[in-house]
């Protein structure tokens, strides 16, 4: 197969995880007989920086003309010190998403056996946890109207759904779950926001197309709850924008790492596939970022293009590096590895086959991981 890629790895850590994502497709293009092609586009600070915009025309022109989209990282604290600032990062994403129509972020959450002890939370309580979050993009108070009184006294947010955009998102949802255990899991606050009781209305109307689907549904702070006493519980989780960006942050903890956690936003004729961790400046530069997410969102989009023979190489690979505790110092405290050797060690890894040992001095020396 050949794919055309956009890449915008964007700030911070962004480019230092994208290029492990990058390193671990061309692993698998030469393993498997596909040509992936990468172009490189500028978003969020530093194309405000080099153009004034954080999404350029010429940025936006080249995702349009590609099969798909690899992101990386966006934000920087020079924006984030500064609410005045009236040209954000982080417009460049929400006008990419706007832009090309990506409705649906699904960020998957699984937790790894090795990993159970990083996370705050009881071993017992975690163990097994495996769901999916659907949540709508493109609507919502993210994008309703913005306004504050000429006397910075007041200010206003407004939320708008119409059911088509609940439709959509609502459908790709129950499908998800008639492959995994079938049970989706509505989230929302209809006992007081009116946007929610459509929310609601619509998903129990679709469910009916659906009959295998076990329906449940939970107010967002029963939810916030749920996600911290019972993870397990949960299969699919849909739910709208703003209910879904704070959920999904808070389900991230679960696993031990925000680094570990991939995400696809799918639209009807394309989709983005990012980590779901920010671009964490503090790192910039050091080769201590977690590149997992970056990569997992490679894996995912490799099934968004039913090539998932190839997403689960990058699965096994990431599975035996944590395995085999060849991770970033968020995973491994005292004998960590840097973010271009866990590259390295996941693209030999591809490259051979999954019983091949590893030597760590060459992997220090940032030589063949592969012996």
């Not at 197969?1 to 293009?29: F, H, N, R, Y």
């Not at 977690?290 to 096994?316: G, T």
């Amino acid at each position: 197969m050949e794919l055309k890629i956009a890449l915008l790895s964007g700030d911070g850590i962004g480019p230092e995880v994208t290029q492990q994502a990058v390193k671990v497709l061309d692993a698998i293009a030469e393993k498997h007989g596909h040509t992936f092609t990468f172009t490189k586009a500028d978003v969020g600070a530093i194309a405000i920086e080099k153009t004034g915009n954080p999404l350029p025309n010429e940025t936006l022109e080249i995702c349009k003309n590609s099969d798909a989209i690899l992101f990386g990282a966006i934000g920087d604290p020079k924006y984030d010190n500064n609410p005045d600032n009236a040209i954000r990062p982080e417009q460049g994403l929400l006008k990419l998403r706007k832009n090309l129509g990506l409705f649906a972020n699904i960020r998957p959450l699984t937790t790894y056996p090795t990993l159970i002890h990083k996370s705050n939370l009881k071993k017992d309580v975690i163990k097994g946890t495996d769901f999916v979050i659907y949540r709508e993009l493109t609507s919502g108070i993210y994008f309703g109207e913005h306004t504050s009184s000429s006397d910075g006294k007041t200010a206003s947010d407004s939320c708008t759904y119409t059911t088509e955009q609940i439709d959509r998102i609502s459908h790709l949802a129950f499908k998800a779950a008639q492959v995994r255990r079938k049970k989706l899991t509505l989230v929302d606050k209809a006992n007081a926001l009116e946007t929610s009781r459509l929310w609601r209305k619509r998903v129990t109307e679709i469910g009916q197309q659906y009959p295998d689907i076990k329906l449940e549904y939970l107010f967002v702070d029963n939810a916030a709850m749920q996600l911290i006493l019972k993870p397990t519980q949960f299969d699919v989780i849909l739910t709208e924008n703003l209910f879904g960006d704070i959920l999904s942050d808070e389900a991230s903890v679960i696993a031990g790492s925000i680094g570990l956690l991939a995400s696809a936003s799918i639209g009807e004729k394309t989709a983005l596939f990012e980590p779901i961790h920010g671009s964490y400046p503090d790192a910039k530069g050091k080769n201590i970022a977690n590149p997992l997410a970056s990569v997992l969102s490679a894996a995912m989009l490799l099934d968004y293009f039913s090539l998932h023979d190839e997403a689960e190489d990058i699965r096994i690979a990431v599975e035996k590096s944590i395995e085999l505790n060849i991770s970033t110092p968020d995973l491994n405290s005292t004998n960590h590895f840097s973010t271009t050797n866990v590259g390295n060690f996941l693209s030999d890894f591809i490259l051979d086959d999954e019983n091949t040992f590893y030597n760590k001095n060459n992997i220090d020396l940032g030589q063949s991981t592969i012996i």
